[in-house]
């Protein structure tokens, strides 16, 4: 008996994934739980066990393909109630066209069906074969002219009930035939035919623009409707808005559409609308084109969507850190912290949960007809990882001690650039930081995580003069950056909690407050 396993959702909301790499090939043993396959979600690397016992009978997709959830990945055989030919006889491994069974062909209904053994012998499979005889159109003819085709011998046309033209005569020429009562039978005939051939040639003008022969008769394009702030968004996007599928009222295209173009938009090289791109084509030897997936596509797709729905708000701080550099150095030589690493991250951490739970509103999360505030803090921390940025979170960071955050923050680290990261642990956060100063950075202005209203980014810290009691003295100095979602945080609150993080990486010794 064949037992066919499904690509499961391994994350709350996640629609695909990445076969990175099989544990196990056709033909061997496997035991439940034993590890079959290691794929890449959109949130991290995760190893499937087996959820049945037996002999692997075939591996259904490849390494590096992008499958949905719930498509089958892996056929595996029980060995009880096999069929002779070795497979489940309710699994195939390929799908019929049409809906068809392999083998069988097509039938009009009440059509006989061939009973002979060889008959489905030497059959095209579905789908192929020579084409149906196009649809021939019966030729038009003139009133009073003989259908050559339709006609009896010695049948014309005049006749009523056999002639091809007949009906059309009497819809064309009807008012002629009132005109011939009347003594005007030649000049009713003569303008009827004038009026038919007019009709011809109308129509066949018609048809060449439809078909779209000779560039010159082209027929311009419809304007795309969008409104002003619609137009303004896709100028800056640098995207056609003829090229977006419009779904809003009366053909309009909304921002939603323009979202859903640019986070599918460019993956196959050109806009959705078909037209090639302008700029120069260079040589396939001097370009490498990397696919779109996992990490780096889930991040594109949230960051376009975090950008042009949250509105953006910054604030910046220059900030004396020296007195944090000095109490990370004692917390260095502190028998309490051996074994854990120290930076002044930590502080600067211990310096946002303070900060917010003094202006817990920059805690919360904008939902459309409400603002949810929440009591608890899920510290997201931006790690960059070689599969791109991951954002995992520290769950109730409020409730941790010094030394617990620190462990907390290491460990985090430590398992994102290992590729570690579980989905849940990525799922749920409330305010993140990103620690740009490791790599440099003085300052920049980070795009909040989706579903958050606030992000700080610390700067690097060095050393500058700074005026401290009217003396020119060396300090070491950061820059702090904040972005807010400015529909759940005002500028003032904003600024308050900016100023708030801003005291404590001045003066640690206000956590002991």
Same mark, same amino acid.
Do not use: C
């Given at each position: 008996?064949?037992?066919?396993?499904?690509?499961?959702?391994?994350?709350?909301?996640?629609?695909?994934?990445?076969?990175?790499?099989?544990?196990?090939?056709?033909?061997?043993?496997?035991?439940?739980?034993?590890?079959?396959?290691?794929?890449?979600?959109?949130?991290? !690397?995760?190893?499937?066990?087996?959820?049945?016992?037996?002999?692997?009978?075939?591996?259904?997709?490849?390494?590096?393909?992008?499958?949905?959830?719930?498509?089958?990945?892996?056929?595996?055989?029980? $060995?009880?109630? #096999?069929?002779?030919?070795?497979?489940?006889?309710?699994?195939?491994?390929?799908?019929?066209?049409?809906?068809?069974?392999?083998?069988?062909?097509?039938?009009?209904?009440?059509?006989?069906?061939?009973?002979?053994?060889?008959?489905?012998?030497?059959?095209?499979?579905?789908?192929?074969?020579?084409?149906?005889?196009?649809?021939?159109?019966?030729?038009?003819?003139?009133?009073?002219?003989?259908?050559?085709?339709?006609?009896?011998?010695?049948?014309?046309?005049?006749?009523?009930?056999?002639?091809?033209?007949?009906?059309?005569?009497?819809?064309?020429?009807?008012?002629?035939?009132?005109?011939?009562?009347?003594?005007?039978? $030649?000049?009713?005939?003569?303008?009827?035919?004038?009026?038919?051939?007019?009709?011809?040639?109308?129509?066949?003008?018609?048809?060449?623009?439809?078909?779209?022969?000779?560039?010159?008769?082209?027929?311009?394009?419809?304007?795309?409707?969008?409104?002003?702030?619609?137009?303004?968004?896709?100028?800056?996007?640098?995207?056609?808005?003829?090229?977006?599928?419009?779904?809003?009222?009366?053909?309009?295209?909304?921002?939603?559409?323009?979202?859903?173009?640019?986070?599918?938009?460019?993956?196959?090289?050109?806009?959705?609308?078909?037209?090639?791109?302008?700029?120069?084509?260079?040589?396939?030897?001097?370009? #490498?084109?990397?696919?779109?997936?996992?990490?780096?596509?889930?991040?594109?797709?949230?960051?376009?969507?975090?950008?042009?729905?949250?509105?953006?708000?910054?604030?910046?701080? #220059?900030?004396?850190?020296?007195?944090?550099?000095?109490?990370?150095?004692?917390?260095?030589?502190?028998?309490?912290?051996?074994?854990?690493?120290?930076?002044?991250?930590?502080?600067? %951490?211990?310096?946002?949960?303070?900060?917010?739970?003094?202006?817990?509103?920059?805690?919360?999360?904008?939902?459309?007809?409400?603002?949810?505030?929440?009591?608890?803090?899920?510290?997201?921390?931006?790690?960059?990882?070689?599969?791109?940025?991951?954002?995992?979170?520290?769950?109730?960071?409020?409730?941790?001690?010094?030394?617990?955050?620190?462990?907390?923050?290491?460990?985090?680290?430590?398992?994102?650039?290992?590729?570690?990261?579980?989905?849940?642990?990525?799922?749920?956060?409330?305010?993140?930081?990103?620690?740009?100063? !490791?790599?440099?950075?003085?300052?920049?202005?980070?795009?909040?995580?989706?579903?958050?209203?606030?992000?700080?980014?610390?700067?690097?810290?060095?050393?500058?003069?700074?005026?401290?009691?009217?003396?020119?003295?060396?300090?070491?100095?950061?820059?702090?950056?904040?972005?807010?979602?400015?529909?759940?945080?005002?500028?003032?609150?904003? %600024?308050?909690?900016?100023?708030?993080?801003?005291?404590?990486?001045?003066?640690?010794?206000?956590?002991?407050?």
């Amino acid at each position: 008996m064949s037992q066919v396993f499904m690509l499961p959702d391994v994350g709350e909301g996640l629609t695909e994934a990445d076969i990175l790499a099989w544990k196990v090939s056709k033909g061997d043993t496997v035991s439940v739980n034993q590890v079959l396959v290691e794929i890449e979600t959109a949130k991290s !690397v995760v190893e499937l066990p087996s959820p049945y016992e037996g002999t692997v009978q075939e591996l259904l997709v490849q390494e590096g393909d992008t499958v949905d959830v719930g498509t089958p990945i892996i056929a595996v055989s029980s $060995g009880e109630d #096999e069929p002779a030919g070795g497979t489940d006889p309710g699994y195939t491994g390929t799908v019929p066209q049409n809906g068809l069974a392999a083998g069988s062909s097509p039938e009009a209904p009440g059509a006989p069906q061939e009973t002979s053994a060889d008959s489905s012998e030497g059959q095209p499979l579905v789908g192929s074969g020579p084409k149906a005889d196009p649809v021939r159109r019966r030729r038009r003819t003139r009133a009073g002219a003989p259908a050559a085709e339709d006609a009896a011998p010695g049948q014309t046309a005049s006749t009523p009930a056999e002639a091809h033209a007949g009906d059309e005569a009497e819809h064309r020429h009807g008012w002629a035939g009132k005109l011939s009562r009347t003594g005007l039978g $030649g000049a009713a005939v003569d303008l009827a035919e004038r009026a038919g051939r007019i009709r011809e040639r109308g129509g066949s003008l018609l048809r060449t623009l439809e078909e779209g022969v000779g560039e010159q008769t082209a027929v311009p394009r419809r304007p795309t409707l969008a409104k002003p702030p619609v137009r303004k968004a896709a100028k800056e996007m640098g995207i056609d808005l003829a090229d977006v599928r419009a779904t809003g009222d009366g053909g309009h295209v909304t921002k939603r559409d323009l979202l859903a173009h640019a986070s599918g938009a460019g993956a196959a090289g050109q806009p959705s609308g078909g037209r090639a791109s302008a700029g120069p084509q260079v040589s396939d030897e001097r370009v #490498e084109r990397l696919k779109v997936k996992g990490v780096r596509k889930a991040t594109a797709q949230n960051m376009v969507k975090s950008a042009f729905t949250a509105p953006h708000v910054s604030i910046f701080v #220059e900030v004396d850190a020296t007195r944090t550099m000095e109490f990370v150095k004692r917390l260095k030589q502190s028998p309490r912290m051996e074994g854990i690493k120290i930076s002044p991250l930590l502080i600067v %951490a211990k310096a946002v949960i303070w900060a917010a739970e003094r202006n817990p509103d920059v805690n919360a999360t904008w939902a459309d007809t409400e603002i949810v505030v929440k009591r608890f803090m899920n510290l997201g921390i931006a790690a960059a990882t070689p599969r791109g940025l991951l954002v995992p979170n520290i769950k109730d960071a409020q409730d941790l001690s010094l030394r617990e955050l620190a462990g907390a923050l290491q460990e985090l680290t430590q398992t994102a650039r290992a590729g570690r990261t579980q989905p849940a642990d990525m799922q749920g956060g409330t305010l993140s930081i990103t620690n740009i100063g !490791v790599l440099g950075a003085d300052t920049g202005t980070p795009i909040i995580n989706p579903g958050e209203s606030a992000i700080v980014a610390f700067g690097a810290i060095k050393q500058k003069p700074w005026v401290v009691d009217g003396e020119v003295v060396p300090r070491w100095i950061t820059t702090l950056s904040g972005s807010f979602d400015h529909r759940v945080v005002d500028g003032e609150l904003a %600024a308050r909690f900016m100023s708030d993080v801003a005291r404590i990486v001045e003066e640690p010794a206000l956590l002991l407050e």
